[in-house]
């Protein structure tokens, strides 16, 4: 194999000159990116970017631009609500766990507010309403909404908040936080190069990672870092190869991703000797609709319900996905699909409709009776306002009466393009794992010791998550571990 095209790391003592010499070089120009490389020049570092896409953005402009914020911010006391970090890291603990990084939630809780701020200063701003029903994306400039804080067993383990902040916009607002943060960037001083893939990392003699080499149109580059390099390249989604080893449940899938996930900052770091943690949690999003699966129920192959339908979908689609038997259908009555808005079904339509249960349970191939079973419970409960397998909030419940629909998940909606649904498995996903980082970003290896020279955070690093996903925690975390990522790196050797 050619080994300037391999991910190797290539030996300091082999290089004879350097294309460029900076203080901190960063790969990658997502969120998480944009965040160390403003931090690392705001910390007086000179500070070079390398993007191989022709611009900034990566999924982080793609992406709905919800960001996971709380502990008291403005919009939410705006908003009616107070919050502290505690109850926010109580919910976080909860819906990110198990075995989420307790050291990186309680940091990511107490800066909140502050993160809330710098967010605020770099132009990203948020309007002080509320969208106050189960979603994946609000359709409208809403900047707060509910992500499982006040459903079940959430509003039992925290004072119930909303946090997902989004920016001033309808519908995906990613690419309004990545303008802004571009901006930022850019009036930081910071050098971008665009067009430009990393290649490998460049190590000296004892072990610290001193630069980096790239590929822009054929031809090679060598960065000299002289403070530390800071991988910041997204996670490995687009690559099938990494996929099968170490997140195979997303294979055959769709992606949720820019199509430059492919794993390449990952790879690199692990070849020079980097640690990786969590490889096979990822973000599971399912082709339900939260208004409608809140208005009727959810049930798996057998008719069964399995979870409360009012809760953050990601929860949903992630039970429903990795821990049931499919296909998985959305079962609602004409007056719950009708009581819907228009919009907010998003071009959703019944699959099958029919004036009895048993109809339905043939028409789905669900085993006869078992639909009726799970209806009649849940209607004669529901009679009473109640719900006492799944508790999902008296504000839902309401006995299911004819005709009934069946809505199949394997049939993919798109929210803002219906016209675009298509068959597939009706699942999307993204990785959360990735390279084994400190609180301030520093990379460790297989001894658990920080690799001099080397950061990451984003995609490319094993963030707050253990084995849940929560909407706008990627963003949030990105932008908060790539900050104080940025900021190591350039305190480094001074
Ligand atoms: C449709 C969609 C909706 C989403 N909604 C949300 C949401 O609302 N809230 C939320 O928190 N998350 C959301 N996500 C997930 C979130 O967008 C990503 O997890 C997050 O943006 C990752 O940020 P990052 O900075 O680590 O990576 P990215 O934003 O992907 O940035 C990585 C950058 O590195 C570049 N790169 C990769 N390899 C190299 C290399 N070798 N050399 C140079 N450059 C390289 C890429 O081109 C890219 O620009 C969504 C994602 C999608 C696609």
Redesign the pocket.
């Known amino acids: 194999m050619n080994r300037n095209a391999s991910a190797a790391p290539r030996a300091a003592e082999e290089v004879e000159s350097y294309d460029h010499e900076v203080d901190v070089v960063v790969?990658?120009?997502?969120?998480?990116?944009a965040a160390a490389a403003h931090e690392a020049a705001a910390a007086g570092a000179e500070v070079l970017l390398?993007?191989?896409?022709g611009g900034p953005?990566?999924?982080?402009a793609?992406?709905?631009?919800?960001?996971y914020l709380g502990g008291g911010t403005p919009v939410q006391r705006a908003c009616g609500f107070d919050d502290t970090p505690a109850e926010m890291e109580a919910f976080l603990t909860a819906a990110l766990g198990p075995h989420a990084d307790q050291a990186k939630i309680r940091l990511y809780c107490e800066g909140s507010t502050e993160h809330y701020q710098w967010l605020v200063d770099r132009g990203v701003s948020f309007n002080a309403s509320l969208w106050d029903a189960p979603t994946w994306m609000p359709l409208t400039e809403d900047g707060l909404m509910w992500l499982g804080e006040n459903s079940w067993p959430f509003d039992r383990i925290a004072k119930p908040a909303p946090r997902g902040h989004r920016p001033g916009t309808s519908s995906f607002g990613?690419w309004l936080l990545m303008e802004k943060l571009s901006a930022a960037v850019v009036d930081a001083g910071v050098g971008v190069h665009t067009d430009?893939?990393?290649t490998s990392l460049v190590v000296d003699a004892g072990g610290r990672v001193v630069g980096v080499t790239a590929r822009r149109y054929g031809e090679e580059l060598l960065y000299r870092a002289r403070r530390g390099v800071v991988v910041?390249?997204?996670?490995f989604v687009d690559n099938e190869e990494m996929l099968a080893q170490h997140a195979p449940q997303l294979l055959g899938h769709d992606k949720?991703?820019?199509g430059?996930?492919?794993g390449?900052?990952i790879t690199m770091a692990a070849a020079a000797g980097a640690a990786t943690r969590r490889m096979s949690v990822v973000e599971t999003a399912l082709s339900v609709v939260p208004g409608l699966i809140a208005r009727g129920m959810l049930v798996d192959a057998l008719g069964q319900r399995f979870v409360n339908e009012d809760t953050y979908p990601g929860l949903i689609s992630h039970a429903a996905v990795h821990r049931r038997p499919g296909p998985v259908w959305t079962i609602v009555d004409e007056e719950g699909y009708e009581s819907l808005d228009e919009r907010e079904r998003w071009g959703v339509r019944p699959h099958h409709v029919a004036g009895t249960l048993a109809e339905l349970e043939q028409e789905t191939g669900m085993p006869a009776g078992s639909l009726q079973a799970t209806v009649a419970a849940y209607n004669e409960a529901a009679e009473r306002g109640e719900d006492p397998y799944f508790h999902k909030a008296a504000r839902w419940l309401r006995p299911l009466r004819p005709p009934y629909a069946a809505i199949d998940s394997r049939i993919r909606f798109h929210a803002d393009r219906p016209e675009r649904a298509g068959s597939t498995t009706g699942v999307a996903g993204?990785t959360l794992g990735g390279l084994h980082t400190t609180v301030d970003g520093e990379v460790l290896d297989l001894a658990g010791q920080p690799i001099e020279g080397l950061y990451a955070a984003?995609?490319?690093s094993s963030g707050m998550h253990g084995e849940n996903y929560i909407?706008?925690?990627?963003?949030?975390d990105?932008t908060f571990f790539g900050r104080r990522a940025g900021r190591a790196a350039a305190a480094a050797g001074r």
């Open positions: 790969l990658g120009f997502g969120c998480a990116g390398i993007e191989r896409a953005g990566g999924s982080s793609l992406s709905g631009g919800e960001i990613g430009t893939l990393a910041t390249t997204g996670g949720v991703s820019d430059l996930d492919d390449s900052g993204f984003g995609r490319a909407s706008g925690t990627s963003l949030g990105g």
